[in-house]
T-cell receptor, first 112, second 112 residues
Framework: DTEVTQTPKHLVMGMTNKKSLKCEQH?????MYWYKQKAKKPPELMFV???????INESVPSRFSPECPNSSLLNLHLHALQPEDSALYLC???????????FGPGTRLTVT | EDQVTQSPEALRLQEGESSSLNCSYTVSGLRGLFWYRQDPGKGPEFLFT???AGEEKEKERLKATLTKKESFLHITAPKPEDSATYLC?????????????FGDGTTLTVKP
């Protein structure tokens, strides 16, 4: 089973809202990732958790806050977002940080 | 800084018309080169990992090859369901484990 699940599939939020994106994998992978993808662009790395510790933060604005409650779960907390933050948010996991990644279906986020 | 360039940007083929996609890369010590397939509005799907020059991998109508400067994704007798964006990504020994550099992708359209 190489499935990564993400909820919700779609999210519309105002600029003053607080919401969370959730990601789950049961493959025993020890690395988990958040990416942001705009239309016709490749995924853009935001955060990497390795063995449940934040190992990479690609200078992401503080209105995005990641959390890794355990080795199977990854959250992305959203607060005071801007319309330009509207995008497809992808979660991925890999056995080890150097291995191939398995992506979830993504959350389509619209900020109004 | 790692760099990945994919060509062509878009490719239109007739069903059964074989062709190749190119991924040129510049890295200081290749840890791995990855090919992914992405359908519109969905997360990328892992296809292949290549580690060293001369390596080849196959899956159904797809074959990936690697040299010291580039990788090719050969598509033999494509079908309409092969239509997607194909992404190439590299990881090097000189960057943080977990960070991939993606190319902009090649969008393949296969007409029946």
């Amino acid at each position: 089973d190489t499935e990564v699940t993400q909820t919700p599939k779609h999210l519309v939020m105002g600029m003053t809202n607080k919401k969370s994106l959730k990601c789950e994998q049961h493959m025993g992978h020890r690395a988990m990732y958040w990416y942001k993808q705009k239309a016709k662009k490749p995924p853009e790395l935001m955060f990497v958790y390795s063995y449940e510790k934040l190992s990479i933060n690609e200078s992401v604005p503080s209105r995005f806050s990641p959390e890794c409650p355990n080795s199977s779960l990854l959250n992305l907390h959203l607060h005071a977002l801007q319309p330009e933050d509207s995008a497809l948010y992808l979660c991925a996991s890999s056995q080890d940080p150097v291995d191939e990644q398995y992506f979830g279906p993504g959350t389509r986020l619209t900020v109004t | 800084e790692d760099q990945v360039t994919q060509s062509p940007e878009a490719l239109r083929l007739q069903e059964g018309e074989s062709s190749s996609l190119n991924c040129s890369y510049t890295v200081s010590g290749l840890r791995g080169l990855f090919w992914y397939r992405q359908d519109p509005g969905k997360g990328p799907e892992f296809l292949f990992t290549l580690y060293s020059a001369g390596e080849e991998k196959e899956k159904e109508r797809l074959k990936a090859t690697l040299t010291k400067k580039e990788s090719f994704l050969h598509i033999t007798a494509p079908k309409p369901e092969d239509s997607a964006t194909y992404l190439c990504a590299v990881r090097s020994f000189n960057t943080n484990a977990g960070k991939s550099t993606f190319g902009d992708g090649t969008t393949l359209t296969v007409k029946p």
